[in-house]
């Protein structure tokens, strides 16, 4: 059973900078693709940053290109999603995904992640 665990959410002031962690457990780490997703009440869950199992291909949605970069580190079995430049409309719920089927990092970008392992969720509240 793989269990994943977000940390680093909080409160910040736009302009200003959070680094989120998802601490997975299991020793397949590095086998598959991971992501990080946001979701506002009331609205659908939305793709943020996705990372290949090595670490060497990553994509992002438009709205935080240039701003958040998402890495991870396989000896630690935990990804990382560091966000500068913090904006009002990025507060939101941080969720971490972890594909469950060995896909290559577009498919599962693609997928519909209803198969995915979840984590609980951390808060980030950007204020203006």
């Known amino acids: 059973q793989v269990q994943l665990v977000e940390s680093g959410g909080g409160l910040v002031q736009a302009g200003g900078s959070l680094r989120l962690s998802c601490a997975a457990s299991g020793r397949t780490f590095s086998g598959y693709c991971m992501g990080w997703f946001r979701q506002v009440p009331g609205k659908e869950r939305e793709f943020v940053a996705a990372i290949s199992r090595s670490g060497g291909s990553t994509d992002y949605a438009d709205s935080v290109k240039g701003r958040f970069t998402i890495f991870r580190a396989n000896a630690k079995n935990t990804m990382y999603l560091q966000m500068n430049s913090l904006e009002p409309e990025d507060t939101a719920v941080y969720y971490c995904?972890?594909?469950?089927?060995?896909?290559?990092?577009?498919?599962?970008?693609?997928?519909?992640?209803?198969?995915?392992?979840w984590g609980q969720g951390t808060q980030v509240t950007v204020s203006s």
């Open positions: 995904a972890r594909d469950r089927s060995g896909s290559p990092l577009r498919l599962w970008v693609l997928s519909r992640h209803e198969n995915d392992y």
